[in-house]
């Protein structure tokens, strides 16, 4: 939480200060700055077909919730959502940055086979911002995930470590 300082973007008063950034943002800069980076991963990847139908897995989880709330957001009526329980191949995975930089990072170091890759979003979006979002959109956290201490005590020195390593992991694991 950010007292007595202004909105980096627009001015008015900043209610969100993220621990890799040294801007402030409010409310509403802060929504737009997230849909904006997870429209271009939408894009970009090719992973939601627009005018179409695309299978959300529920998990019950923060990321879903707010999954949900963003393709509605950005597609609105030309996009159907069918939930489902059972991960496919054709299956939209709900995640986010830590947990995906966690899971490769433990695959190359232990030296463990990768899983076959899914369609994931969300999974440049760090937990920190999901849970500014979820706080503003008033959806419910439930409990925060089992950090990786390496990770963590690497980024709070160098901040943005994270998106650093999830760059790199992508070019290892494709």
Request: hydrophobic share 30%; proline share 3%.
């Amino acid at each position: 939480m950010v007292t007595n300082q202004k909105c980096s973007k627009c001015g008015r008063k900043a209610t969100i200060n993220l621990s890799y950034d040294k801007r402030n943002y409010c409310d509403s800069c802060f929504l737009k700055m997230i849909e904006k980076r997870v429209r271009k991963d939408i894009r970009t990847s090719n992973k939601i077909e627009p005018r179409g139908s695309v299978k959300l897995l529920n998990d019950d989880s923060k990321e879903f919730f707010l999954t949900k709330q963003l393709l509605k957001n950005i597609f609105g009526k030309h996009l159907t959502i069918k939930e489902v329980k059972k991960a496919s191949k054709e299956t939209l995975i709900p995640t986010n940055l830590d947990r995906e930089v966690k899971e490769k990072l433990e695959i190359y170091l232990e030296n463990k086979k990768e899983k076959p890759s899914r369609k994931k979003i969300l999974h440049n979006v760090l937990e920190e911002e999901i849970i500014e979002m979820c706080r503003i959109k008033k959806i419910k956290i439930g409990k925060k995930e089992k950090k990786n201490s390496l990770i963590e005590s690497i980024e709070k020195p160098y901040p943005g470590t994270k998106f650093a390593l999830a760059k790199s992991l992508k070019k290892i694991f494709p």
